[in-house]
């Protein structure tokens, strides 16, 4: 279990749910920092493909491949850890029901960390008898290469958890960034309003994709450009964090553009589905 080191914790033993583009990103940080990882993600070769980019991830990065693999297990279901941190589907209501599940689970000592963009932690600790041990821990793609980490606090989050957690991220080498519990957070409430108005200078007929990108490129030096980032993201994940913007501060300027909706529709997800704004 969790050993007091100072004013941290050291989280020897930690449990990442989910083995998409996130939580792989996220397993693997966790594990180069050298410490133990149970994987968990209940969809069929969910986990062989989280351990494949791993492994893409590393090799490209020149870090130790077999050392750090070797330090994650996978998991047929929710197992005993220091920290669990979440990465399935920007769904709210399964969210919350993985957070029971996990209350019930693991130790009373625990601290449940979510990788949510949006939803708040709030509600996340509310489904659970430890509202002091749960907090958001919001990772950003690639979770191996960016450094930034959103700390939220929810009403309920301890001062000590949320401590234990900005040193955690230190120590993976992550600059965390403490932000309130509120809709979207920091990132995301400035982030998706920009994406949706790149998609809405689209639908108006105003620029190409290739021109608004770099126009976001040259003229704001971003690395990337918003469309080509929606694309990154996942246009059904750009639309979801939108929904929750919209419905939680109660302001129609941050309904999603029609235009990501169509695209949702029509399954042009970005690059996870071949075809987004533009085809992989």
Same mark, same amino acid.
């Given at each position: 279990m969790a050993l007091i080191a100072s004013a941290s914790v050291e989280f020897e033993h930690v449990l990442v749910v989910g083995a998409g583009q996130m939580g792989a990103g996220i397993a693997q940080v966790v594990a180069a920092s050298g410490r133990r990882v149970s994987l968990q993600d209940p969809l069929p070769g969910a986990i062989d493909r989280g351990f494949a980019a791993m492994r893409r991830s590393l090799e490209r990065l020149d870090a130790d491949v077999e050392g750090t693999l070797a330090r994650i297990a996978p998991v047929d279901d929710l197992v005993s850890a220091d920290l669990m941190i979440e990465a399935i589907n920007e769904?709210?209501?399964?969210? *919350?029901?993985? +957070?029971?599940?996990?209350?019930a689970q693991l130790p009373p000592g625990a601290i449940l960390a979510s990788n949510t963009s949006s939803i708040p932690i709030t509600s996340l600790g509310a489904a659970t008898s430890r509202p002091e041990r749960v907090i958001g821990m919001h990772f950003f793609n690639p979770v191996p290469v960016l450094k930034l980490v959103e700390v939220i606090r929810g009403l309920g989050t301890s001062d000590e958890t949320a401590? @234990?957690?900005? &040193?955690? @991220? *230190?120590? #993976?080498?992550?600059? $965390? &960034?403490?932000? !309130?519990?509120? $809709?979207? +957070?920091?990132? /995301? !409430?400035?982030? #998706? $309003? +920009?994406? /949706?108005?790149? @998609? %809405? @200078?689209?639908?108006e007929g105003i620029a190409e994709p290739e021109a608004i990108d770099t126009v976001a490129k040259l003229g704001f030096a971003h690395p990337i450009g918003p469309l080509a980032l929606a694309d990154l993201i996942g246009l059904d994940t750009c639309v979801a964090i939108m929904e929750v913007l919209w419905h939680g501060l109660g302001d129609p300027k941050y309904a999603p553009c029609?235009?990501? !909706?169509? %695209?949702?529709q029509a399954g042009r997800l970005g690059r996870k589905s071949g075809r987004g704004f533009y085809a992989y």
């Open positions: 769904d709210a209501s399964a969210k *919350e029901d993985l +957070f029971r599940r996990a209350d401590q @234990a957690i900005v &040193a955690l @991220a *230190e120590d #993976m080498g992550k600059t $965390p &960034a403490e932000v !309130r519990d509120s $809709p979207g +957070f920091v990132s /995301n !409430r400035i982030l #998706m $309003p +920009f994406i /949706n108005e790149a @998609a %809405y @200078a689209l639908l029609p235009l990501l !909706r169509q %695209y949702v």
